[in-house]
């Protein structure tokens, strides 16, 4: 599509050479001209984010040659809006500019002092809202639990934790966590070698003769001790 874009300057400048003198080419490259003031803007792969914020952030740049306008002068106005990771910017021209919104994702409700947030996949506290739904998202109580939640969580991830059967996560500030199950099992977690205690806990829950326990206690190394 570069490509393309690079041969419509090409010719559009053989035509400037071969067509205007050089006290008339600014007819069609200056800034104003309206054949290539930016009209229209596409937005695309937005889930999470109404396009309508997206349009309000850019209303400065309607009218803009898109020959003349900067990629950041696109992306920088995007940056306070909540679950923006990043946004591509491409020209259509003569008059369009396309965007490609990539999201991050909601994973769980944060319980902070008085507040609520939904913490997001990159660690972005971003304030509750019930108009904003999302099926099923644990809740994480614990002083400072936003600091680490996503490292442990990742941890989860990445051993194929059952993550849609927690129900709360709580963190201690030794760095470690407590998870409560939906079926109100606890599975208690050690501060270090957490990953070995994750595929562990996973063992543990497939085990018919672990059914009966409210209780798992990982926190030490090597043993297991239940209730």
């Keep these: 599509m570069k490509k393309l874009y690079r ?36 937005i695309l792969n937005n889930l999470l984010i109404k396009a309508d914020d997206i349009n309000e952030k850019l209303t400065k740049i309607y009218g803009r040659n898109i020959l003349f306008i900067k990629a950041n002068e696109i992306k920088i106005p995007l940056e306070s809006i909540n679950f923006l990771k990043k946004v591509e910017v491409k020209k259509k021209y003569p008059n369009t500019i396309i965007i ?21 996949s990159e660690s972005n506290m971003i304030l509750f809202n019930e108009n904003v739904a999302f099926d099923n998202l644990p809740n994480i109580f614990g002083i400072g639990a936003e600091k680490d939640f996503v490292i442990f969580f990742d941890k989860l991830k990445n051993k194929n934790f059952p993550i849609k059967k927690i129900k709360n996560f709580y963190y201690f500030q030794i760095g470690r966590w407590d998870i409560e199950l939906f079926s109100k099992k606890i599975i208690k977690f050690p501060p270090n070698k957490t990953v070995e205690a994750v595929q562990q806990s996973i063992e543990l829950l497939n085990r018919e003769d672990f059914e009966n326990y409210n209780i798992i206690d990982l926190r030490i190394h090597g043993k297991i001790v239940v209730e």
């Design 7 to 42: 041969i419509f300057i090409l010719l559009l400048a053989i035509i400037l050479l071969t067509t205007f003198n050089p006290k008339e080419s600014h007819i069609i490259l200056n800034k104003n001209n309206d054949f290539f003031k930016i009209q229209n803007i596409k």
């Design 100 to 120: 490609k919104v990539h999201e991050t994702k909601p994973i769980a409700i944060l319980f902070k002092k008085d507040e609520q947030y939904f913490l997001d």
